[in-house]
């Protein structure tokens, strides 16, 4: 496993096509499931510098905080709830530009300005989800979802951390 990111400048699709397999050669023959969220979140907040990147996981039908990378965050949010329960409800990415404009938003930090959400699913299940907050409006957009879902999925899990 290499141990030193190589951090690319340039377009997202540039970064993301740097980022990937380097994110593979991480995950490669590590087995625990902290360990390989870590290191996800880690990667994503290195290439990036995004304010915030992290997992929230399901555990007794609740997100529970997990592995992240940025400032102390809120712990518990209930399904529905915010720009995360939301995305877990149904299933789905959410992109929001402006995170003011969101009705039931919850501000973990005042700094945090737009956000996406891509849901982690097993056995069409929803386990956890990712979520990634910028200082800045607008910064996410079709293909930060179509990376990070394809990121997400490849994630070894093995339900550890939903216990
Ligand atoms: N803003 C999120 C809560 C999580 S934090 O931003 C880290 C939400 O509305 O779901």
């Known amino acids: 496993m290499a141990e030193d990111l190589t951090i690319v400048t340039g377009t997202k699709e540039d970064a993301y096509s740097s980022l990937i397999p380097q994110i593979n050669g991480l995950l490669e023959g590590e087995t625990d499931d902290v ?3 870590a290191n996800v979140a880690a990667a994503l907040k290195e290439q990036f510098g995004w304010f915030w990147v992290g ?12 592995p992240f990378q940025g400032p102390v965050a809120c712990t518990r ?3 529905g709830r915010g720009v995360c329960g939301t ?10 530009p402006d ?6 938003h919850i501000a973990c930090s005042s700094l945090s300005r737009s956000e996406i959400v891509v849901p982690v ?15 800045l409006l607008s910064q996410f957009d079709e293909t930060d979802q179509k ?3 394809q990121i997400v999925a ?4 093995s339900g550890q951390v939903n216990k």
């Open 99 to 104: 995170v003011e404009q969101f009705p039931g």
């Open 87 to 96: 995305a877990w409800r149904d299933a789905a990415t959410l992109i929001v």
């Open 55 to 66: 997992f929230y996981l399901v555990k007794n039908n609740e997100l529970v905080l997990g």
């Open 154 to 157: 490849a994630i070894p899990l």
């Open 121 to 135: 699913i097993r056995n069409n299940e929803v386990i956890g989800v990712l979520d990634v907050d910028s200082a």
């Open 35 to 37: 360990a390989n969220l």
């Open 147 to 149: 990376y990070l879902e």
């Open 77 to 79: 949010i209930a399904k």
